[in-house]
Antibody
């Protein structure tokens, strides 16, 4: 079964850091672009970042560029999101998602991990 | 960055009604527009990709059209299980703000 499972969320103080993980299973992880998307409860989806299969190419939304870093370990089938200098407005559910192999869509999503930035 | 807008922000319709949502991109995105459905408390689900291609297993009452900067998503006959928020997405990046659909 194709599956993505996020972890690493929690409560962090403003200015702090957190690293999210996304464990992939059931597919050839290194073949796929992987993404991070977040959603404030009750609000819309916000695309954050993507990385290609071998980790050589990354893209970020302007809102997180310079603060968040996407990375992956293909040997461990795991995607990461390092989040630094966190702000209250980063409070959200964070999803990892897989991009279709030959298409520009996100076809598999994890259930998300919740990040709360508060003092 | 390409910005996405959707209208209306919300709508209420009766079971069996035809429902239409529009999505506009700030630049030409050719055919690279996806539609997702998100039910309360659930993860987004891909419905339509490349503007008009129905994802496998998605009911045929859902359809999409458009290219360039103007796109349309249609539910031909609204069903109770279609209550959700629908998002467009350009390529594999920015999402529209969403349209919440409920039953009148």
């Amino acid at each position: 079964e194709v599956q993505l499972v996020e972890s690493g969320g929690g409560l962090v103080q403003p200015g702090g850091s957190l690293r999210l993980s996304c464990a992939a299973s059931g597919f050839s992880f290194s073949s796929y672009w992987m993404h991070w998307v977040r959603q404030v409860p009750g609000k819309g989806l916000v695309w954050l970042s993507r990385m290609n299969g071998d980790g050589s190419s990354t893209t970020y939304a302007d809102s997180v560029k310079g603060r968040f870093t996407i990375s992956r370990d293909n040997a461990e089938n795991t995607l990461y999101l390092q989040m630094n200098t966190l702000r209250a407005e980063d409070t959200a559910v964070y999803y990892c998602a897989r991009r279709g192999l030959y298409y520009y869509y996100l076809d598999v999503w994890g259930k998300g991990t919740t990040v709360t930035v508060s003092s | 960055d390409i910005q996405m807008t959707q209208s209306p922000p919300s709508l209420s319709a009766s079971v069996g009604d035809r429902v239409t949502i529009t999505c506009q991109a700030s630049q030409d995105i050719k055919k690279y527009l996806n539609w997702y459905q998100q039910k309360p408390g659930k993860v987004p689900k891909l419905l339509i990709y490349d503007a008009s291609n129905l994802e496998r297993g998605v009911p045929s009452r859902f359809s999409g059209s458009g290219s360039g900067t103007e796109f349309t998503f249609t539910i031909s006959s609204l069903q109770p299980e279609d209550i959700a928020t629908y998002y467009c997405q350009q390529y594999d990046k920015n999402f529209g703000p969403g349209t919440t659909v409920d039953i009148k």
